[in-house]
């Protein structure tokens, strides 16, 4: 029963940490209100989560980061910010949902949620200009919303079904690396375009 409980850990916290990756304060939130209301226990290593003035500040940049990151440009900037935030936000999510059941050394763990949250969270940054480019920006809201609803899913998976949540974040991550491949040959190609016009207009 042990190893099942610290399996089911390990499998949700990657869960979390893949959460993370799409929206870094989201998770963090919904942990932390669920530690309050006792539906999980985070322990008192990570009680703090679920401190009145924690969920304060987490919802306030939580919901600045929401409208935000659905505006051009500004969500650019936002997702530089992340580029630091998610991977943090990862480790702290991974080795809160580890530490109580699973006896993975906190180095390892907090390494681990900050690789799965980073990998996410670059693939997402690198379809976003792909998205802006090809839709004159009307795309960003949209793709943003669905990033926040597969978030918030994947939240409640790694809490409720911690294997579901693992699958998902396996092939969100196929599917992110995908579209970050197509990405990188666009804007390759847009570049070329780009100077060869120079060239000609020479």
Not at 138 to 146: E, I, K, L, T
Not at 186 to 201: F, V
């Amino acid at each position: 029963m042990e190893i099942t409980s610290a399996v089911s850990a390990v499998l949700g916290a990657f869960g979390l940490s893949g959460a993370a990756g799409l929206n870094a304060w989201l998770p963090l939130l919904a942990v932390g209100i669920a530690d309050r209301f006792g539906w999980i226990d985070l322990g008192s290593s990570y009680g703090w989560l679920s401190s009145t003035p924690a969920l304060m500040a987490i919802g306030l940049v939580f919901l600045l980061d929401l409208i935000g990151d659905k505006i051009p440009a500004l969500d650019s900037v936002l997702h530089g910010i992340g580029t630091l935030i998610a991977p943090a936000s990862g480790a702290i999510l991974f080795t809160a949902e580890s530490s109580i059941s699973s006896h993975m050394p906190p180095a390892v763990a907090a390494v681990l949620g900050a690789i799965t949250a980073g990998s996410v969270h670059v693939g997402r940054s690198m379809a976003r200009p792909f998205i802006t480019g090809t839709t004159a920006g009307v795309g960003n809201p949209v793709v943003s919303s669905a990033e926040d609803g597969t978030s918030l899913a994947l939240t409640v998976l790694a809490l409720a079904v911690p294997v579901v949540a693992f699958v998902v974040v396996l092939i969100l991550l196929i599917v992110l690396g995908w579209i970050a491949f197509r990405a990188a040959r666009w804007m390759r190609r847009r570049r070329e375009r780009k100077d060869s016009g120079l060239r000609q207009g020479r």
